[in-house]
């Protein structure tokens, strides 16, 4: 084997140090690379947990500011949360089994909302529920006010968030084997006990984690929020619009708020990831994937 | 299968059991699965992996079957789960589970399909017991003759979505309605150009050779002859031969794969034989046994009526 074929190169005569050279200069680099992303990703974070000991931290919680905003914020996403998954859940199921006419349609359009900034959410929430909007007429005869209301953060968080839960929990009807459902109609099984039954029990790893998305993304809310329902303590300022008024005037008070929802968002993923490793081992019914059985026939 | 289980619509058709009607395109009725009283089992049985066996059985009845699980002895297993089961045993579990409906017809789909060939025929003469011993009307499509055989009291054929039969498997084995039909029965099927003769035709084969049928004909047609109804004899005093291409034991007889032809001998008393590969082979069968399938609109062979 001649010294040319060996190094693969038919004309050029590249000396074999070169090579080893750039090789080297291509692991520093990718590793640099990998360091500065890791760093840029992480640092805010770090950065807002070690702003203050522990101590202070603890403290900032002790203000009303902060409380109210809690309250809020459980409230609005508790009851948000809520009307996602008793509406959303069938709505989702029923996209993922039926073929009818259109549906490619609503699958897009309710995908919108997920590419709209938050504030023109905001905006077109406001325009539609607002007293001056569009349905604003029918809702003030019904003695109905929405715009600037606890409600209102309840709707901005839903419009928001809910593309999210149902994308997500569509896929996971859809990854549901569909043969499954079917047997389970010629069992007797109506379609309620279809969905509650074997639907929703095999499709609960995809549809846990969807919900944890949405569930962060509308505990985050904050353009629509601060458009159709303003920034009012205590009836509409979540955690996060109370970041927002706080960090002028106590900024310790805003890192607090910070650093509570930075452990609420790490666990909510952390959460959606153990769900769906844990789904998907659970509904396979290959038997490669347990080990230790002890059932099998010889 | 699925149509009959409600989970498919028909462009247009009829089904019925019994008095009771299931669908009728013209009426436009359509009874949804949950209403019809099937039991439905699709090729990979379909059980639920979220459920134990216990919980799998007990999802039509809602209650606990243990006779059932008794029955199809797979009680010791009512707490494992589906993907720890051998494919057998799914079946078990998928049967019992469509027996807890209590089903007026049983619907099996490729019951076999999923297992391998050892398992195969052992499940095979086990459903064929329970089934006799269940006595309810069962729907089974399979692709393989020899399942159809040993489960079916009739059977039907259907070639690319005609019915060619629809008959007990002896007939299907003796009057073979197509060339279709008489393939999957493993038959001898040939080409060739019949001419009347005073006992019938004498069939000019395609490929050589002639054999005579006791079914008058004329023009093209295709011959079927079971591979037992052919008997090997001397080469130069046979209207037809054929080279030996290989020869093989199969339950106590010999099957002799030849060019054209495939045939069934019994082996003497020592189990010993004469015949080796590349021998030709002079071969003579009964008049009677010659079938003669004459071409039908469509390139379909039918039998003469």
Redesign the interface.
């Known amino acids: 084997m001649s010294a040319a074929a060996r190094s693969g190169d038919a004309g050029s005569q590249k000396p074999q140090w070169m090579t080893a050279a750039w090789r080297v200069a291509l692991a520093v680099g990718a590793t640099l690379v990998i360091v500065m992303v890791m760093a840029f990703l992480m640092l805010p974070i770090v950065a807002l947990i070690t702003y203050q000991p522990l101590h202070d931290l603890v403290d900032g919680f002790g203000s009303s500011v902060v409380t109210d905003a809690i309250l809020v914020s459980l409230k609005t996403n508790g009851i948000a949360f809520a009307i996602m998954i008793v509406l959303g859940t069938p709505f989702a199921y029923i996209l993922a089994r039926r073929q009818f006419f259109g549906r490619t349609v609503v699958i897009t359009l309710v995908e919108v909302p997920l590419v709209m900034p938050p504030a023109v959410a905001g905006l077109g929430l406001l325009v539609a529920f607002g007293r001056f909007g569009l349905l604003g007429h029918t809702l003030t005869a019904l003695g109905i006010d929405l715009a600037f209301t606890q409600a209102a953060v309840v709707l901005a968080i839903l419009f928001v968030a809910s593309p999210f839960y149902l994308r997500g929990a569509t896929a996971a009807f859809e990854a549901v084997?569909p043969?499954?459902i079917?047997?389970?109609?010629?069992?007797?099984?109506?379609p309620v006990r279809r969905l509650l039954?074997?639907a929703i029990?095999?499709a609960s790893g995809g549809i846990g984690a969807a919900a944890a998305v949405a569930f962060a993304r509308g505990i985050g809310e904050f353009g629509a929020t601060i458009l159709f329902a303003g920034s009012f303590q205590g009836v509409t300022q979540t955690l996060p619009l109370a970041v927002y008024s706080l960090f002028d005037a106590n900024l310790d008070q805003a890192i607090a708020i910070g650093v509570l929802l930075i452990i609420v968002s790490a666990a909510i993923l952390l959460a959606s990831k153990l769900l769906i490793r844990s789904w998907t081992s659970?509904?396979?019914?290959?038997?490669y994937?347990?080990e230790g059985?002890?059932?099998?026939?010889p | 299968m699925r149509t009959v289980a409600g989970l498919e619509r028909p462009r247009a058709g009829r089904i019925a059991l019994g008095e009771e009607i299931w669908c009728d395109t013209e009426r436009r009725i359509h009874l949804s699965p949950e209403r019809r009283r099937v039991g439905y089992l699709p090729q990979d049985y379909g059980l639920f992996p979220h459920l134990d066996v216990a919980a799998n059985v007990r999802f039509a009845g809602k209650r606990d079957r243990p006779d059932l699980l008794e029955r199809l002895r797979i009680a010791h297993l009512a707490g494992a789960r589906p993907r720890q089961l051998s494919g057998g045993e799914r079946q078990r579990v998928a049967l019992a589970r469509a027996l807890a409906r209590e089903p007026r017809v049983l619907l099996l789909d490729e019951p076999f399909g999923a297992l391998d060939a050892v398992t195969r025929r052992q499940v095979r003469d086990e459903l064929a017991d329970l089934l006799t011993t269940l006595r309810l009307p069962t729907l089974l499509v399979t692709h393989a003759f020899d399942d159809a055989i040993v489960l079916a009291e009739r059977i039907a054929v259907i070639d690319r979505g005609h019915l060619d039969q629809l008959a007990r498997p002896r007939e299907l084995l003796r009057n073979p309605a197509t060339a279709m039909v008489a393939e999957l029965t493993g038959a001898n099927v040939l080409e060739g150009t019949a001419t009347p003769c005073p006992t019938g035709s004498t069939v000019r084969l395609t490929g050589g050779g002639e054999l005579i049928s006791s079914t008058p004909a004329s023009g093209p047609v295709k011959i079927v002859v079971q591979p037992w109804e052919l008997h090997p004899a001397d080469p130069d005093s046979s209207t037809v031969t054929d080279e030996v291409i290989k020869v093989r034991h199969d339950h106590g007889r010999l099957v002799i794969r030849l060019t054209r032809f495939t045939i069934q001998i019994d082996l003497d008393d020592n189990g010993r034989h004469a015949i080796s590969e590349g021998q030709p082979l002079g071969l003579r069968a009964e008049p009677a046994n010659v079938r003669v399938l004459r071409p039908q609109a469509g390139n379909d062979y039918d039998q003469v009526s």
């Open positions: 084997d043969t499954l079917d047997v389970a109609g010629t069992l007797g099984a109506g039954r074997v029990p095999l659970s509904i396979s019914t290959s038997s994937l347990d059985s002890s059932f099998v026939q």
